[in-house]
Every structure is written in structure tokens, then in C-alpha cells.
């Protein structure tokens, strides 16, 4: 339902804006994406916080946002989200990692509250 919700609004915001069908597109993509994988992004930052990394949290992510769906993605957000899989599979020490999670995550954030979608932290 929130999927439904917040890809109407964005259509509807778009469409008054006079984007191209691509940024619509891009737009429904991202808003789907940042619902779908709210719970998996916000876990994986708690868990290089606490020191618990568990790889099996982002393969999530990216089982669930695979090549087809990155495709229609806004590049920004399908980048950040091919960089937080590459530090998660990174052998870099959770110290050295955790930063870059904690500020790839916050891109992620500002990228789906653009499109609607707030993370509940």
C-alpha cells in the first residue's frame, strides 16, 4: 500500500512538473526500491554500528534490487546502493568500513525522502 501511495504522489508531482516518462520512471522506481528496502539498509547500518556484520543483510538488498530494477533507478541511488553491496563484500575491517556505511546510508536516506519515502530510524 505505501508502494501505491507514494508512487502515485510522485507520478502526480512529476507530471505537474513536465518530467520526461524517464524520470517518472526513475522516480516509481526509487520510491518502490527505498520501500522495499527500508528494514534491510537501516539494519545493515546498525549492524556495522554495533560491530555485528553479517553479509547475508545486504545480499538482501541485493537479491531484492537486482540488475533489471537498478537499470530504471535514479543513477544516483543505483550507484550508492552497488557501493554499499561492494563495502559489505569488501575485506575491510568494520572500523574502516563502518564510516563509509554510515555516510552511503545517509545518501540512500536523502535519496528516498526526495521520492517520498522517510526511513524510520
Do not use: H, W
Not at 35 to 45: F, G, I, K, P, R
Not at 64 to 70: A, S, T
Request: aromatic fraction near 2%.
Amino acid at each position: 500500500m505505501r508502494i501505491l501511495l507514494a508512487s502515485a504522489s510522485i507520478v502526480s508531482v512529476m507530471a505537474l512538473s513536465a518530467c520526461s516518462p524517464e524520470q517518472l520512471v526513475s522516480a516509481a522506481a526509487d520510491a518502490a526500491a527505498c520501500t522495499a528496502m527500508e528494514s534491510t539498509v537501516t539494519a545493515t547500518l546498525e549492524a556495522y554500528q554495533s560491530g555485528l556484520v553479517d553479509s547475508g543483510l545486504i545480499s538482501q538488498v541485493d537479491a531484492l534490487i537486482g540488475e533489471q530494477v537498478r537499470g530504471v533507478l535514479s543513477s544516483g541511488l543505483s550507484q550508492d546502493l552497488a557501493d554499499l553491496v561492494a563495502i559489505v563484500d569488501s575485506n575491510e575491517s568494520v572500523e574502516t568500513a563502518t564510516a563509509k556505511v554510515e555516510e552511503l546510508t545517509a545518501s540512500i536516506q536523502d535519496k528516498c525522502a526526495a521520492v517520498g519515502i522517510e526511513f524510520s530510524n
